[in-house]
């Protein structure tokens, strides 16, 4: 999919634009657009709004050929709902175009669509509303099919129509949001991947892709030099498994060399049974998607990288598999963390916290200006938050809750919301182990809290946010598949963090 910007005025109109389709909106008060009155000179269009055959509803659709006085081929009307739409209706109206494009015999389109039409929302963030919507739609994932889907008909090209006054700032809005849908689909691809294919090497070897391709650094540490390090905790994790771990470390400089940076770890399990506290059979394929953190991170640079952010940011990846056999950590064996704190392994499926509390202490090094956390790390968040929400977790002061803000505000902006849930002592003693110095379980109650709580003894010497995503990185049931959240999150996070370091 190639997406473009045509600027239009006085005399570059949508109606003598030339393209195999030009798409403009109906409201469902059968007002027409401000596009599709350009559009109407001779009438068909509101004739056809007048006849019902279009009602104006979110995504509702009509497509007319080479209606009078228009010099596109065809005219795509799509019902936007009411004149101020939701940011649910524009989505649902912009899908319906989308599946209409794709079977569509035109190879290019136009879409002129009100870039004020949505409450509370300006152009740029309709722009990208648009270009997510049609590349998720747009996305498959075929290449493990012998057979793949059919090949890819209808529009392969589409220009957004702007006002002339605004096409500069679009051209930039849109190579951002296209940047942004080529992280979404990375990460997605890795979530997808089954274990067998996405290994811990596999993501090492896509992170130096990454890094060569985008000129990026990047180090990959062995069990060798994990040893060294004293990640106790984390190789505990190891000892089942026949893969070797990876620990790998990205570097996007892009901001001044004095600038702290602001630093991503992820959860990159790519293969949880649950260890020798063996998972239940059923849907245990799904805990192939256990490394969909360390895939937003990557996701994440994908976007960054492309924009040229100018911010630094550093990606940190704790990756092994959790598998049980004859040297694996046993429920009761008790692990020392990189930070020295002990730990008692209760239960061997707690495993994401036990590699990222040493990720979190290899990251002091860095001086920090803030660290995020991205884990597929409870089930039991899902049962608090169900698939709307990731879990966003911090302690509670001045310092964190405007970190905390500025993520739940770079998850609204994007759809890819966070809803905050408490850290406070009187949890943390739900982790009391009479052997060591910690537990790695907390018992039933508020699990996820207790396992940002298990996080947070490990973040004491920067501010730091966890994210728990195990209820919005992937799709169970009929449409089984990653999303690609949180990178829409993330990306705009650290967006929003090198325009408050540019000012
Ligand atoms: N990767 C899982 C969390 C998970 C489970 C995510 C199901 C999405 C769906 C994690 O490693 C895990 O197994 N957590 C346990 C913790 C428990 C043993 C305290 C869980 O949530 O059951
Ligand atoms: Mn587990
Ligand atoms: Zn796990």
Not at 300 to 314: G, T
Not at 316 to 340: F, H
Request: hydrophobic letters at 45%.
């Amino acid at each position: 999919m190639d997406f473009s910007i045509k600027s239009v005025d006085a005399k570059n109109t949508i109606a003598t634009t030339k393209a195999g389709c030009i798409v403009v909106g109906i409201f469902e008060n059968k007002n027409l657009s401000p596009s599709a009155q350009a559009l109407d000179s001779k009438g068909a269009i509101s004739a056809a709004v007048k006849s019902g055959d279009i009602s104006g509803k979110a995504g509702s659709t009509l497509l007319i050929r080479q209606p009078e006085g228009v010099a596109a081929l065809r005219v795509l009307l799509v019902g936007l709902g009411k004149e101020q739409a939701s940011d649910k209706d524009f989505h649902t109206a912009i899908q319906a175009v989308a599946n209409v494009l794709a079977s569509l015999g035109a190879a290019d389109a136009v879409l002129a669509l009100p870039l004020d039409a949505v409450k509370e929302r300006d152009a740029a963030w309709v722009l990208r509303a648009a270009v997510l919507t049609i590349r998720d739609n747009a996305y498959r994932f075929d290449s493990l099919k012998s057979k793949k889907d059919a090949a890819a008909v209808g529009v392969k090209k589409i220009a957004f129509a702007v006002p002339a006054t605004i096409a500069a700032a679009a051209r930039e809005t849109v190579a951002q949001s296209v940047a942004l849908a080529n992280g979404i689909d990375l990460t997605k691809d890795l979530g997808n991947l089954p274990g067998n294919y996405c290994t811990p090497t596999y993501l090492a070897n896509t992170a130096k892709k990454l890094a060569k391709d985008f000129q990026l650094g990047i180090e990959v540490l062995d069990r060798k030099q994990l040893e060294a390090l004293k990640m106790g905790s984390f190789l505990s994790v190891t000892n089942g498994s026949e893969q070797p771990p990876k620990f790998i470390v990205l570097k996007h400089l892009g901001g001044k060399q004095k600038d702290a940076p602001t630093v991503l770890v992820g959860k990159g399990i790519t293969f949880d049974s649950g260890g020798i506290s063996l998972k239940p059979g059923a849907g245990m394929d799904e805990m192939k998607y256990d490394m969909c953190g360390a895939a937003s991170v990557l996701g994440a640079f994908r976007a960054i990288a492309e924009m040229k952010l100018k911010l630094n940011v550093i990606g940190v990846i704790a990756s092994c598999e959790n598998m049980p056999n004859g040297r694996a950590t046993k429920p009761g064996d008790i692990v020392t963390s990189m930070s020295g704190q002990t730990i008692e392994v209760l239960n061997t499926d707690a495993e994401g916290r036990l590699i990222l509390c040493d990720a979190l202490t290899y990251v002091e090094r860095f001086k920090p200006a803030a660290v995020v956390d991205i884990a597929t790390l409870t089930g039991a968040c899902v049962t608090a938050l169900g698939h709307h929400n990731s879990g966003l977790f911090t302690r509670h002061d001045k310092d964190h809750d405007d970190l905390a803000s500025a993520l739940l505000a770079a998850g609204k902006k994007t759809g890819d919301t966070a809803w905050r849930m408490p850290i406070e002592d009187s949890y943390q003693e739900q982790l009391k182990s009479n052997f060591a110095d910690m537990a790695n379980i907390g018992g039933p109650a508020a699990g996820s809290v207790t396992a940002a709580c298990f996080l947070e003894r490990f973040t004491k010497k920067y501010t730091w946010a966890h994210l728990d995503i195990a209820g919005t990185a992937w799709r169970s049931g009929a449409t089984k598949g990653a999303t690609g959240r949180p990178v829409p999150l993330l990306t705009t996070f650290l967006i929003d963090r090198a325009q408050g370091e540019a000012k």
